[in-house]
């Protein structure tokens, strides 16, 4: 009964309720903002010492042979680190997915621990992994601890991991926004007024301190000039050829997944033995496309390079980026994607600038914005591209350009019937995990769901409605004011529906929802 008294807390007006999950929030903005900036400090400090030692490998043999041996043992520690938390393997996003729909229970200290050590020897193996999808997951099981310490309603606890995630994309990019919009865009898919206020106030308060460390610059320092108007035409070409090749991307992670699971059983530290060696060779020959993209980030800071390098390094980081992630190492996508995008912008503005005479420095807009297209095109969250690529350059002077580039880069692949890539990703990690749910003692857990226009139940009275039988309609919010969910109450167009179910029913119960009204 307490359990419940406490979701049903949740649904109504309660100004202690409010201030304490306002508290909450404030408390993950501190947590998360300093786990997300310690990770983001050692990848850092791993990062350099890795550009120290390459140049040294080359000219001596002796380092050569003290590289491979070191790449064989951080490839075990990782094995070790793998086995012995499982869920702290892959990008970390779709674990927070699966975490909030209720189909994981991750234990958040492993977890958290796990993945920072991973990021520490990902980076100095060199491997093609970001990240900012571990930081989502690191923030989000930072968020979980703080949620555990207030022993709240489930409800709350998703609503904190919800919150620590968006401090992930915060605290790594210094883009409070971006981190809010891509928990409602991304990860949520819902309107929850109570989770976008306490992610705000998470969000400001992680963004603060990670510019107390990392200092207030954007991320991209980048001239940002003006296309004429009279060649906009550009950006439908470059919008087409961004939407192809995000679906090719999509395609190739997907597969090359499959590849991978195609070899005979290796035991797992055979498998990163593999990665880490081959990694090794990239070292030797193109360490530009080693780990998140840093490197090549900076090469296009100091001075874009000729076409014929612009696409050995693109097509280098592309099947590397692939064999590094498909291989269940431990890191994310996110910025390899950024940096795929940005090097799809060079190549385009390479070609388009001298052909029409254009600006030179109007290359560095056409990384922007590529940037902000292949983020949607892949990941297909349009919203979250272009507001994370306007602060991370610091300007708005973009917005439009990137507006039609990434509408037309998440058409492309959406008609090809290409699934976004954590979706595809959280898809199949269910189906990697395959294991007999196992129930946890009973909660109550309060889920919110916003009536599209499209829906087919719209005017409908709720006893009428197909709802799942072990979900209760407690309340409606209409036009900011709350409704008592009557059977006889018909729903409108923008209702918020609240539904209350068991913690063991939630995940089956959140899908069902989503079907009824969501669908065609």
Known sequence: MENLRKTLRSIVKDPRHFFKLSIQGLLVGIFSGLMVCLYRFLLGASESILRDFLPLINSNIFYIIMWFSLLIVLALILAYLVKWEPNSAGSGIPH??????????????KSLFAKIVEGVVTVLGGLSLGPEGPSVQVGGMAGKGISKLFNGSKTDEIRLILVGSAVGITAAFNAPLAGVVFILEEINHGFDKTLIFIALIAAIVSDFISKVIFGQSTILNFPVLNIP???YWLLLILGTIIGLLGYLYNVGMIKSSDLWNKIPEFPLEIK????????????????????????????????????GVLLVLFIAKYLFSLFSFSSGAPGGIFLPILVIGAYIGAIFGAVAIPALGLENDLIYKFIIISMAG???ATVRSPITGIVLLSEMSGSTE????????????????TLLNNEPIYETLFERLLIKENQEFVRQPSKHVLSEYVVPL???FINQEIHNIPFPKNAIVVSIIRDGSYIIARDDLKIKYGDQIHFLTDVNDYPYVHEEIEFLINKD
Do not use: Q, R
């Open 96 to 109: 927070i997915y699966a975490e909030v729909k209720g189909h994981m229970e991750v234990n958040w200290k």
């Open 229 to 231: 108007l009279g060649d």
């Open 272 to 307: 990163f033995i593999i990665v880490f060696l081959v990694s090794g060779v990239v070292a030797l020959y193109i360490p530009e496309v080693l780990d998140g993209g840093h490197f090549m980030m900076d090469i296009l800071t100091i001075a874009v390079p000729s076409l």
């Open 374 to 376: 292949f983020f949607t």
């Open 398 to 413: 973009s917005l439009v350009a990137m507006i039609i580039v990434c509408l037309i880069a998440y058409v492309i692949p």
């Open 454 to 456: 499209d829906c087919d």
